[in-house]
């Protein structure tokens, strides 16, 4: 449905987007995730058609980006990150104002105002001024807004940035309830965001594609680097690494003398459990804990986007 095809945004020297490709299916809810400055901005504005690539381009259902800005404005259902919300307006005149420049026949207004009340949860702050919502509601109404036309396509920048837990909980099952119908794209830099929402998470950083795939499939990508922990008692140094050296499938290790026991470390492509407990079992040593480190899919974002997160 949607094609991103060797896409670059540069703004002066500042190379914002670096050579994005990525296909998006119909009826997917993919989370762009990446720290700040990754890039997740500005290759949402362009496809929304709010920026112009700088080279490369998005196809959406087989329209350039670069041509058909206004065919494709009416696919996509665009959530900026600071919602363009009128503060001064009743929540309902809001919406028949969106409705009216969205060009909607008058007689479809009211219908589609109550089933956007229900989908989006507003029902009760209908008649409210936005001013005096909470972030959480105009994040609703911002919400109610993008959905208007009934778009195929739904973006959202960093929606659930500035909302308490519970908010972004009510915000996230919207998400959710839009994306049983709909292709949603949303960005974060929140990782249990994309964890919790998402069927398949990009992870974009200094603006190229880091990984790609289903929360599922990335925690997989990491079953390759295994980190086993040990303490040992009665053990020694000297001993211990003459024990190492017999297991060919070790690639690093780290030893730390903690008061009379050892702490180790151990790295390898695989989970060494066995074998080192199989070792340890024909020495006198006692293996006071054995364990094979969590992968999460924190891991996997911090591993990926280390260097910015370090800055
Ligand atoms: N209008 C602009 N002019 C100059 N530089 C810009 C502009 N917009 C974005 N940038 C720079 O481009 C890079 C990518 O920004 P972008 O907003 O796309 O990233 P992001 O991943 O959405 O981050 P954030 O979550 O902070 O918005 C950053 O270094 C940013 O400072």
Redesign the pocket.
């Given at each position: 449905m949607i094609e991103i095809k060797d896409l670059e945004?540069n703004?002066?020297s500042?190379k914002?987007?670096k050579g994005i490709n990525l296909s998006i299916n119909s009826g997917e809810i993919l989370g762009l995730l990446?720290?700040?400055?990754?890039?997740?901005?500005?290759?949402?504005?362009i496809l929304t058609g709010y920026l112009k690539p700088s080279s490369g381009t998005i196809f959406v259902k087989g329209l350039d980006v670069r041509e058909s800005e206004l065919e494709i404005k009416k696919l996509i259902g665009y959530l900026p990150?600071s919602a363009p919300l009128y503060s001064e307006m009743l929540v309902y005149d809001y919406l028949i104002y969106i409705a009216n420049l969205r060009g909607l026949d008058s007689e479809n207004i009211e219908p589609r105002l109550k089933e956007l009340a229900d989908l989006c949860g507003i029902r009760s702050v209908m008649h409210k001024s936005i001013n005096s919502l909470s972030k959480g509601y105009k994040q609703r109404v911002g919400l109610a807004q993008a959905m208007m036309d009934d778009p195929e396509i739904l973006v959202l920048?960093?929606p659930t940035t500035g909302l308490d837990p519970n908010q972004i909980v009510e915000i996230r099952n919207i998400i959710r309830e839009i994306g049983k119908t709909k292709t949603v794209i949303f960005?974060t830099?929140i990782l249990s965001e994309a964890e919790a929402t998402c069927d398949r998470i990009v992870i974009?950083n200094s603006?190229v594609v880091a990984a790609d795939g289903t929360p599922a499939q990335l925690k997989q990508m990491m079953e390759g680097d295994s980190k086993v922990e040990l303490t040992l008692k009665n053990s020694n140094i000297e001993d211990l690494e003459r024990l190492l050296s017999q297991i060919p499938q070790i690639e690093s290790y780290k030893i730390m003398e903690n008061n009379n026991n050892l702490d180790v470390s151990i790295f390898a492509k695989e989970d060494l459990r066995e074998t080192l407990y199989l070792k340890i079992k024909d020495t006198n040593w006692i293996l006071l804990s054995l364990s094979l480190e969590v992968k999460s899919l924190e891991n996997i974002f911090r591993k990926l986007t280390r260097e910015q997160i370090d800055e």
């Open positions: 945004k703004y002066g500042t914002a987007v990446g720290p700040n400055g990754a890039g997740k901005s500005s290759t949402l504005r990150e920048d960093e960005s830099h974009i603006g």
